[in-house]
């Protein structure tokens, strides 16, 4: 059975899969999306690992900017509902986590890497 935030995990993977990983930065923040998309599928809460928090959410901004700036755009031309709700969904979360990630870092820095814990909001649709 395919999770409720199964089409977000794909999203994740989509990005991942299209980016052109000319450095190890690039490299490490797509590996660390596609460890994401792992969670996403699997629960709606989980944790992430204190010292991929900077990483992840860096690459989380980057998803929310290339669905905001190229996706999004194609979806509203094609007149489709329910994949635009899905996809400003994805970049409205995408950016909220980015948020969280980082204050986690910064405010966590001194105790070292402390898990994040991750509370997925309900998706579009889903009665969950």
């Given at each position: 059975?395919?999770?409720?935030?199964?089409?977000?995990?794909?999203?994740l993977?989509?990005?991942a899969?299209?980016?052109?990983?000319?450095?190890?930065?690039i490299?490490?923040?797509?590996?660390?999306?596609?460890?994401?998309?792992d969670?996403?599928?699997?629960?709606?809460?989980?944790?992430?690992?204190?010292?991929k928090?900077?990483?992840?959410?860096?690459?989380?901004a980057?998803?929310?900017?290339?669905?905001q700036?190229?996706i999004?755009?194609?979806t509203?031309?094609?007149?489709?509902?329910?994949?635009?709700?899905?996809?400003?969904?994805?970049?409205?979360?995408?950016?909220?986590?980015?948020?969280?990630?980082?204050?986690?870092?910064?405010?966590?820095?001194?105790?070292?890497?402390?898990?994040?814990?991750?509370?997925?909001?309900v998706?579009?649709g889903?009665?969950?």
């Amino acid at each position: 059975m395919m999770s409720v935030y199964g089409f977000y995990g794909a999203q994740l993977r989509f990005v991942a899969a299209r980016t052109d990983r000319k450095s190890a930065d690039i490299s490490d923040m797509m590996e660390a999306l596609e460890v994401f998309a792992d969670q996403v599928e699997s629960a709606p809460t989980f944790e992430v690992r204190g010292d991929k928090c900077r990483i992840t959410g860096r690459a989380l901004a980057g998803v929310a900017g290339f669905l905001q700036q190229h996706i999004l755009p194609e979806t509203i031309a094609a007149g489709n509902p329910v994949a635009e709700r899905q996809v400003r969904w994805v970049i409205d979360t995408s950016m909220s986590l980015t948020a969280t990630f980082t204050v986690h870092a910064e405010t966590t820095a001194d105790e070292g890497p402390t898990a994040c814990p991750v509370v997925l909001p309900v998706p579009p649709g889903a009665d969950v």
